[in-house]
């Protein structure tokens, strides 16, 4: 199994990212010919050797009608000026991205020659990208329109990214805890606290870190391609070591090198079983003076509140007391906001938490049509088999709503209609 180690000690940027990646050892030559394959009117990539803090490592740069993009969004040098309906894009201005819809990105890439898998992800880091703006400023999908995040250069960064991740047949992505910087961005809406709005919207879920500098260290662009890339979220990865590779980033820092390392290894042992493995956190209490009513609210709000599982089991306690223990299951970034629901709002005066270390399948879910009409079921993967199939009962019940028919019905003919993809394998 190839697995890819990425240590964000100083960031993550979409640049970075690529240049990590085709500094362990993507051919560049048949990367920029496919790449350029975008055909966006006066753009194109390049690759050039650096170094930084004295480690040597590559940085990858757009060329676009402005130049290329340096710090604060300004663009510099290698200016080459094209015509775009009779005007030319001669001035230079402070941030003088082009505004563009997700759907005419999307057809950007759709129109490209890139391969179908590359397509496929560059899609997949857009369309997060797109949910993440439209959270944010409280749009539909369809109406976002991007700033920073949709000019070309952020075109050529996902593209690029996500040609190098195909390049190098990656089938197992560890991420360790991203450094976001500090201090305020000054962005298209004005300054903002770091990490961004929709950074910080993009990174729910996934280890961060502050610092080292006060600057705005992993961007949009960043983010989203964690978000759709990333398989696990770990301090390491074991297996040998195949190649290291260093992205440089823009800016430079005196206290350490503005690179991203990316660590290519070779697991063997993996490749005979790759189940999917992760770390989650249990919290556990106690409870034997809270009326059963308040328990019918708290797990629908636990759940909301981003729980993975909750679950309450009769146990005896001290003075022979009736009670039950109540476990709550999650990611470590929902750990505190759900403790502080226990305390707040059931009777128990403290929760112990723990760390489990989880196997789990990988997972998928898709419609089956039954005689009733359509199904949503989630498939669980091994070795990219399918091992089983469930219905989501959530979808049965509001078939069963709709068509007025029982829900074991619905459920069954589920089954009965998953069968055929069980049996594939």
Known sequence: MRILLLDPFSGLAGDMFTAALLDLGVDRQEFLKTLNGLKVEGCHAEIEETIKSGISSLKFNVVTPLGIEGPGGKFKKKFSPVTINKTKLVKQTDHAHSHRSLTQVLEIIDKSSLPTPVKDL????????GKAEASIHGMTLENVHFHEV?????IYDICGASLAFHMLNIEKFVCRPLAVGGGVVNTAHGFLPVPAPATARLLEGIPTKVGP??????T?????IIKALATSFENGADGSIVATG????????PTHANVLKATLLENNSESSSSLETDEVKLIQCNIDDMPGEILSALIPNLLKQGALDVTCTPCMMKKNRQAFTLEVICHESELKTLAKILLCETSTFGVRYQ??????????????MTEHGEVSVKIGLMDGEIIKISPEFDSCLALSELENVPVTQIYSAAQAASYPLLKKN
Do not use: C, H, M, Q
């Open 213 to 218: 500098a006060e600057k705005e260290l992993t």
């Open 122 to 129: 560059s899609r997949k880091i857009f369309i997060e990208l």
């Open 150 to 154: 949709g000019a070309a250069d952020a």
């Open 220 to 224: 949009p662009t960043g983010a989203a």
């Open 355 to 368: 760390t489990w270390n989880r196997f789990k399948l990988d997972r998928k879910f898709e419609k089956v």
């Open 246 to 253: 260093y992205g440089a980033g823009t800016l430079s820092f």
